[in-house]
């Protein structure tokens, strides 16, 4: 199993690209800390309990620099180190500049990119007091890359996490921390469901591979990432978009 006694950090562990994360981390021998705001967290780390693998719930808003020390904390005071992260806890809802509020506007950001940025300052942070290195998976997007109608503030803050990524991996890349971003395209979760059949058929039709994608397919790019078999990655931005952004 590649990630054997590997401490891991899933934020946004609760549900989508996190949760099949954080169940493919244990199953791959992994000790999984999952974080989310929701306690479902709970009951997914209850589930891979049961099954006999290793995995906790710390409830954890990534918005909050207190929250995130902790969070961190937990989990080495429970594995005794921290090796993996995986930065994914994320917001979509959005609309055109004109019309988006400052409130809207602030919460996307907060989440998706200042949540990030917490979550690697204090993994890193960690993995430097260790001395042995780590890997740091943040969840991008199409829209790290592509713009989009009505996505003003989730592609601003998914461009800030690429660019993040690159600036981290660059700087931390002698320390033996590779920093790598994963940027799905639409992907079939109960957040794209909510949408209606009509929504979730035009973002079908917007991928060239003529389907969305799947939260196992992005967690095993993810998986990737963050093993040996990407030992010489860093920096990168690994898209798994059926063919999105190659239009």
């Known amino acids: 199993m590649r990630f054997q006694q590997k401490a891991v950090i899933v934020t946004g562990g609760a ?3 996190g949760a099949a994360t954080a169940r493919l981390f244990a199953e791959e021998g992994a000790k999984v800390a999952i974080a989310d705001l929701s306690e479902e967290g709970q009951v997914l780390a209850d589930e891979l309990t049961r099954s006999g693998l290793v ?3 710390i409830k954890t808003d990534v918005t909050q620099e207190g929250e995130v020390v902790r969070m961190v904390e937990k989990t080495v005071e429970r594995y005794g180190k921290l090796d993996i992260l995986f930065a994914n806890a994320g917001v979509g809802a959005d609309g055109l500049a ?3 509020s400052l409130e809207d506007w602030q919460l996307a950001i907060d989440i998706n990119l200042t949540g990030v940025f917490l979550c690697n300052k204090y993994a890193i942070k960690q993995m430097l007091s260790q001395g042995n290195g780590g890997a740091i998976v943040n969840c991008g997007s199409v829209h790290s890359h592509v713009g989009k109608a009505r996505v003003s503030a989730y592609a601003a803050a ?3 996490v690429k660019m993040l990524t ?9 320390r033996n921390i590779r920093v790598n971003a994963v940027c799905p ?9 909510r949408l209606g059949e009509e929504v979730k058929n035009y973002l079908i039709g917007l991928h ?3 389907r969305l994608g799947t939260a196992e397919e992005v967690a095993k790019a993810v998986l990737f990432l963050a ?3 990407a030992s010489f990655i860093t920096g990168t931005s690994l898209m798994v978009d059926g063919g999105y952004t190659a239009i």
């Not at 690159?166 to 002698?174: D, E, I, R, W």
């Open 166 to 174: 690159q600036s981290t991996a660059v700087a931390y890349a002698a």
């Open 158 to 160: 998914k461009g800030g």
């Open 15 to 17: 549900g989508g690209i």
């Open 98 to 100: 004109d019309e988006l």
């Open 208 to 210: 060239p591979a003529g």
């Open 185 to 193: 395209g639409y992907v079939d979760t109960p957040m794209i469901n």
């Open 227 to 229: 093993s040996d078999d």
């Open 55 to 57: 995995a906790s719930f």
